[in-house]
């Protein structure tokens, strides 16, 4: 019975060890619709399972993963919102959004970013240019994760005020996804 659970112990731990620089390499945002700049296939309804859930299908794409979001230029903002439950100025870090678009050699009359749960804010390019509008990768130093507020999230400086909530309400975040129309 030991033998049996070492063994396994054992076969565990190399999968996790093999297992993990996948993980950590996976893609994060998918950029979609019109795009210069391609690095994937088109969609695929197998190995696209989440997309597929949110009926996101596409012929053209570019992603990103972690260590191709943190190489672009990293802009540190502080972030404040006059809501309830909000802490605080919060230190935030991560790409200008029209840096990873650039990336991605996507535009278009406007952008549509989706978090994990469904919802979608749809931004014109006006308001697109109206601020330099950030995808905030870490808060206070730290990683997004999923379950809270990650992978990433949508957010500008507040300049030292306080948002008042109708600003904060387009602060999406969980982003996994952006389609430029």
Same mark, same amino acid.
């Given at each position: 019975m030991r033998s049996l659970l070492i063994s396994s112990f054992t076969?565990?731990?190399?999968?996790?060890? +093999?297992a993990t620089p996948v993980i950590a390499q996976g893609t994060i945002l998918t950029v979609t619709g019109q795009v210069e700049?391609?690095?994937?296939?088109?969609? /695929? !309804?197998?190995? /696209? =399972?989440?997309?597929?859930?949110?009926?996101? +299908?596409?012929?053209k794409a570019y992603t990103f993963d972690w260590d191709t979001l943190a190489a672009l230029p990293q802009h540190t903002i502080t972030v404040n919102a006059d809501t309830e439950d909000w802490p605080g100025p919060l230190s935030m870090e991560g790409p200008l959004l029209k840096d990873v678009l650039a990336t991605a050699g996507a535009s278009g009359a406007t952008t549509t970013l989706y978090a994990l749960d469904?919802? =979608?804010?749809?931004?014109?390019?006006?308001k697109m240019d109206s601020r330099d509008w950030v995808l905030?990768?870490?808060?206070? =130093?730290? !990683?997004?994760?999923?379950?809270?507020?990650? !992978?990433?999230?949508?957010?500008? /400086?507040t300049g030292g005020r306080?948002? !008042?909530e109708e600003e904060e309400?387009?602060?999406?975040?969980?982003?996994?996804?952006?389609e430029v129309k």
């Open positions: 076969a565990l731990t190399m999968f996790a060890v +093999t700049k391609t690095n994937r296939e088109a969609f /695929d !309804p197998f190995f /696209d =399972g989440f997309l597929k859930f949110h009926d996101k +299908t596409f012929e469904g919802f =979608g804010l749809e931004m014109s390019a006006e905030a990768m870490k808060v206070e =130093g730290e !990683p997004l994760g999923i379950g809270g507020f990650g !992978p990433l999230w949508l957010v500008y /400086d306080k948002a !008042p309400r387009s602060w999406v975040w969980s982003v996994f996804h952006i």
